[in-house]
């Protein structure tokens, strides 16, 4: 069974660094890339980025460039999302998905999701 | 970036209806690079339609998409209590990926 295992919720204070992640499982993870999607309480899907799983490139949103950092291990099967210093602004639900890997460009869509961490930044 | 505007914001169907959703672009979607996903409260997006209109592994016929070029379209046959739910379209021609703002399907 496929599954994308995302970490527990957080509360954090501004200016605090967080880190969470998204672990792959039942499915040859050298094979799909991931993306991570922001929604924000009662809103929409924000695409923030995506990481590629065959040299670790990442493109980001220009909405994300520079506010946050995407990093993968494959030894390990897990991708993070990652800030240096968080904002009341980054409350949110934030999904991984994997990336289907035969569209004929760079960008694709997700054809499976994780759960979601939902992290909370208030002072 | 490619904008992408779903209409109705709402829908308000009743079980056994057929519903009609739309997704319109700022430019043409090249081959097609469209996708639809229904989320449920509280739950994640899940993967309907892609390439527009072929559909994703274990979605059901009712659920059905179409289109190209700028405008495209997903119908749900003949509503079920279970498709209650958002429904959002992607497009992946280029970067930034993008997602229309979705629009609620709501029993009526």
């Known amino acids: 069974e496929v599954q994308l295992i995302q970490s527990a919720p957080q509360v954090k204070k501004p200016g605090e660094s967080l880190k969470i992640s998204c672990r792959g499982s039942g499915y040859t993870f050298a094979t799909y890339s991931i993306g991570w999607v922001r929604q924000m309480a009662g809103k929409g899907l924000e695409w923030m980025g995506i990481i590629y799983i065959g040299d670790s490139d990442t493109r980001y949103s220009p909405s994300f460039q520079g506010q946050v950092t995407m990093s993968i291990d494959k030894s390990t099967r897990t991708a993070y999302l990652q800030w240096s210093s968080l904002k009341a602004s980054d409350t949110a639900m934030y999904y991984c998905?994997?990336?289907?890997?035969?569209?004929?460009?760079?960008?694709?869509?997700?054809?499976?999701w994780g759960r979601g961490t939902l992290v909370t930044v208030s002072s | 970036e490619i904008v992408l505007t779903q209409s109705p914001g709402t829908l308000s169907l009743a079980p056994g209806e057929r519903a009609t959703l739309s997704c319109r672009a700022s430019q043409i979607i090249a081959s097609s690079n469209l996708a639809w996903y229904q989320q449920k409260a509280g739950q994640s997006p899940r993967l309907l339609i892609y390439g527009a209109s072929s559909r994703a592994t274990g979605i059901p016929d009712r659920f059905s998409g179409s289109g190209s070029g700028a405008d495209f379209t997903l119908t749900i046959s003949r509503l079920e209590p279970e498709d209650f739910a958002v429904y959002y379209c992607q497009h992946y021609v280029t970067s930034p990926i993008t997602f229309g703002q979705g629009t609620r399907l709501e029993i009526k």
């Open positions: 998905a994997r990336l289907w890997p035969h569209c004929s460009n760079a960008m694709c869509y997700f054809d499976f």
